[in-house]
Structures are given as C-alpha cells and as structure tokens.
C-alpha cells in the first residue's frame, strides 16, 4: 500500500468551507482508557490537539500544490476514487470516524501537521487488519523490519503493527523523524513510503547541491518506484474526498462508536471467545478491539495486555480467574506431519473426527498435506496427548 498527505484540490489550497453535509473541519477527542488491576486509575488516552484551520498546514498549503502536473495527478484520483473505485473508496470513508480522533490526538501530540490524518486512507483504507502484496500490515502499513526497529512485537500469535494504539504511536515518531531529516514534507512522505535509505541515494544521485523543497519531489519523480510516485498525489485526493465526500457523489460516514476499552493484563494462552465470554461481550467486538492477536489467542507463557469493553475490566478479571487455565483455549492449530489422518489428529486431541472436519470444511480428509494447518477445537475435558 501507500501514503500520502495533504488536502489541496483542483490547484489551490482548500480555502471554501465544506459543502452542507459533509464533513466538518476535523475535530479530534480525547481518549480515557482504564488499567484495570492497579488501582483502576483513569488516565489520559493521548492529548487533545488543536486542529487549526486547513490554511495553517504545511502539507495543504505547499505552493508547489498550484502546480499544473501535480494538480493533474491529483484530479486523476480524485476522479478514480470517485468513480470506478467509489465503493472501496466509501468502505474507507465508513472505517476512518473509528480511529481518525486517536491518529488526530496522536499528531497533535507530536506537533504535526493535521492533515496526516488521512495517510490511513491512501495505506490501509483506516483497516487495523490490511496486508499488502508486499506484506506491510495495518493502519501504517509497517513493514516488519521496519516495525520490530520501532519497538514493536511481530509474530504469527503477536503482531503489534494491527495494534491500532501502538502503531499510530510509531507512526508518528516516524513521520516526525522524516520530516526534520529531509526538511520537506513531500520528501518526508515518500521516504514513509519508499525508506528512507532509498529516497537518500536518489538525493545523492540526482540533486546532491540541491535544497530540499516540496518541488524537488516532483523533478525526482520519474527516478522514484511508481507507487511513490503517486503517493503525495493520492493523499491530496483522499484528503479532499474524505473533507467534502458529498460534493463528489460519496456519502458522508455516521458516526462511530468511540474507541474506548478497558485495558487487562492478562498471562497465558486464552482464546479471544473466551474473552468475549468473561467480559460478557461478543467476540466480534473482542476482535474489533484487539487485532494484534491474529490467531485470536494470546501468547502461551506470556503476560501481555488486553482491551475489554469500557467498564467491564473488573468483571473480566473475576470471571477469568474462576476459568481453569486448561478451559480458557477453545481451539489449537495443528500442522499435519508424515504419515497423520484426521483420525490420528482426533485421537490425539480427544476430539470426534467430525468436530475436526466441521472446524476444517475445506480440507480434503484423504488427501491432508504435510505441513497443512488445522484448527483443532478443542474439548474442556480433553488434553492432546503427547
């Protein structure tokens, strides 16, 4: 996926209101979430930011922004996403109202341009959970070198880049870092998308002695890989579609629940249903709240944290503990070794072959593949023999 920023349209900096109907100047919320089991403190999420007027951000208000090319590239997406592409391009608008006032606070925490607000758009459609081809993941599309260099975890059960909280948070070091390295913010942002070290040697190749300006973005196009040449071009667009989506034949987004939670502590391996369970919620709003656990399992011998519904930490904490360790994982998955049939698997489980083959509707019983994985649902009287 990509990034991009900014807001300007159709050559000149946003400087009309939004049309009646669509989306206001965008106003972030502070954020409360709730450490339960220490005391039950109630701290502050992230800072409120104070969002100025669009003609106040550096990305939007760029003079290169009036320039022809750029405004033409610019009118191409808009154009696109509006049209053929209008209904993944709505899915976007629908998700961003959930996460946008957390990046909002985060930005204007760090002094940053608000306008960054809508690089999740143009990366991951505001999706904790998208992949790309070439394997970026979540709302920032980190790369998982790029991730673990930023403190985050990334395994097959923990993988902290669809952590909407924690990757937002490095994201924006990132963004900060970049833009007081390349002094430019179109520079800066095709450095997010390409790398840095990249965006360095086409600097040293090709305008060494040169200031570094939102124009020399533009001259080093045709050097750059083709998904950053579009990238600050996408971000205008995205920017002016999500601020004015009804004057482009989109709908404006309803409000979202606020992406409030209470956060647990919480030590071993428990299936997210049996969260969903103790906390007396769904496991779809579990899911919803805690993406970073691909697997829907927190990690064996590890203590790590969870987020529950808002005011349900207390009871989650009671109900977990009167769960007997053995009880709180509903599933495993299994990858099938030399010689192993279903009924082998079930046998070693304690499960009824059609119970495995129920959990697996897509594998072939007689036909299983060593290394296959299979999910194995897994009894509450039962213990896979080893």
């Not at 942002?189 to 990249?198: E, I, K, M, Q, S």
Request: proline share 11%; with cysteine; net charge positive.
């Amino acid at each position: 996926m990509s990034l991009v920023m900014g807001l300007a349209l159709g050559g000149c900096a946003p400087s009309i209101p939004p049309a009646p109907g669509d989306v206001p100047p965008p106003r972030a919320e502070a954020f409360t979430s709730v450490q339960v089991g220490s005391g039950n403190a109630v701290v502050p999420f992230l800072a409120p930011p104070a969002l100025g007027p669009s003609w106040d951000d550096p990305i939007l208000r760029s003079p290169f922004a009036r320039d022809p090319g750029f405004r033409q590239r610019v009118e191409y997406w808009i154009g696109r996403w509006s049209g053929p592409e209008a209904g993944w391009f709505q899915e976007y608008l629908d998700r961003m109202p959930t996460f946008a006032p957390l990046v909002d606070s985060a930005l204007a925490e760090a002094g940053l341009p608000p306008s960054l607000r809508y690089l999740p758009i143009v990366e991951s459609g505001y999706s904790p959970t998208a992949v790309s081809r070439a394997s970026a993941v979540g709302l920032w599309q980190f790369m998982a070198p790029t991730a673990r260099g930023m403190g985050m975890r990334v395994s097959p059960l923990l993988d902290q880049r669809r952590d909407p909280v924690m990757s937002t948070h490095a994201a924006v070091r990132f963004l900060s870092d970049l833009g007081d390295r390349f002094d430019s913010w179109f520079l800066a942002l095709a450095a997010y998308n390409a790398g840095p070290a990249r965006i360095e040697r086409v600097l040293r190749a090709r305008a060494p002695m040169t200031p570094r300006t939102d124009s020399l973005y533009w001259e080093l196009r045709p050097y750059l890989p083709g998904e950053t040449r579009e990238f600050v071009t996408k971000l205008f667009a995205a920017a002016e579609l999500a601020t004015r989506p009804r004057a482009h034949g989109l709908r404006a987004p309803a409000p979202a629940d606020p992406f409030t939670y209470d956060t647990v502590s919480v030590t071993g391996a428990v299936t997210l249903d049996v969260v969903a369970m103790a906390a007396g919620s769904d496991e779809e709003r579990i899911l919803r709240l805690n993406p970073e656990f691909p697997r829907g399992i927190t990690p064996p011998g590890e203590t790590v944290s969870l987020r529950v519904p808002f005011g349900t930490g207390e009871r989650f904490l009671d109900n977990l503990a009167a769960i007997p360790p053995r009880e709180r994982v509903t599933f495993v998955e299994h990858r099938v070794s030399s010689g192993e049939t279903l009924s082998h698997i079930a046998r070693r489980y304690r499960v009824r072959v059609s119970e495995l083959e129920a959990a697996n509707p897509k594998v072939r019983p007689h036909r299983l593949q060593i290394g296959q994985v299979l999910t194995v649902p897994i009894s509450t009287v039962g213990a896979p023999r080893r």
